[in-house]
């Protein structure tokens, strides 16, 4: 099992605030399961903690905090010694619910939906190779398309080890926690890198007519059309 999940009612001892996040790990489930609890000297003090020592979200500022929360504990598990050659990663859906308002932070392509008058609306969108901004990252981070996959300048087991991974459907995210060998770029900053831990990040007011339930969920197919 590599998924796991993080629920906090009164979150930083506010009572209209919560957290809760699910994180699908993908290539082990050490970087999901150190999200979550206490599993590593870097992890100790989860994503959530992370998020409230942030200055940003101690004036409300939730986008800067939580952007600059998934970039700063990425970083520090990449320079863990224990965990810095780990092949793992895990997306990541995060919701902070506060001063009513849903704040929504995304990695990868777990999905947060919520429902306004009855009918689904997505609060995430998922992080593909495909997309457009995505593929401009990828390319400039120093990958390129060709005709029989993927060609890259990242030496010869980067290159091996990406084009498995894609290829086989276990890397078919471009945003990611964790995913270190994707983010060796020396040239290239966090947000740069050919699978990056930037979040997207949506905020949505809490009306009537959102009212009725919030769900966060794994991707690994779940929403992915099928063929009859």
Request: some cysteine.
């Amino acid at each position: 099992m590599e998924d796991a999940h993080t629920h906090i009612l009164g979150l930083a001892n506010e009572e209209d605030s919560a957290f809760f996040a699910v994180y699908d790990g993908h290539g082990g489930k050490v970087l999901s399961i150190c999200l979550q609890s206490k599993s590593s000297s870097v992890c100790c003090e989860h994503l959530h903690k992370t998020i409230i020592d942030q200055m940003a979200y101690k004036r409300g500022d939730l986008t800067t905090a939580m952007r600059d929360a998934f970039l700063m504990i990425d970083n520090n598990m990449q320079n863990d010694e224990s965990l810095k050659d780990e092949l793992a990663g895990t997306t990541a859906i995060v919701v902070i619910m506060r001063e009513g308002k849903l704040h929504t932070a995304n990695v990868g392509d777990s999905r947060g939906i919520v429902s306004v008058s009855g009918h689904a609306r997505a609060l995430s969108q998922d992080h593909k190779p495909c997309l457009e901004e995505e593929s401009n990252r990828i390319v400039a981070a120093g990958v390129g398309w060709n005709s029989t996959g993927l060609m890259v300048n990242l030496g010869l087991l980067s290159a091996l080890k990406l084009r498995q991974m894609w290829c086989t459907g276990n890397l078919a995210l471009s945003r990611a926690l964790g995913d270190f060998i994707f983010k060796r770029n020396e040239s290239k900053r966090p947000e740069e890198q050919i699978v990056t831990a930037l979040p997207d990040i949506t905020v949505t007011e809490i009306t009537q007519r959102l009212s009725s339930w919030c769900s966060l969920a794994t991707g690994s197919g779940m929403f992915s059309p099928t063929k009859k």
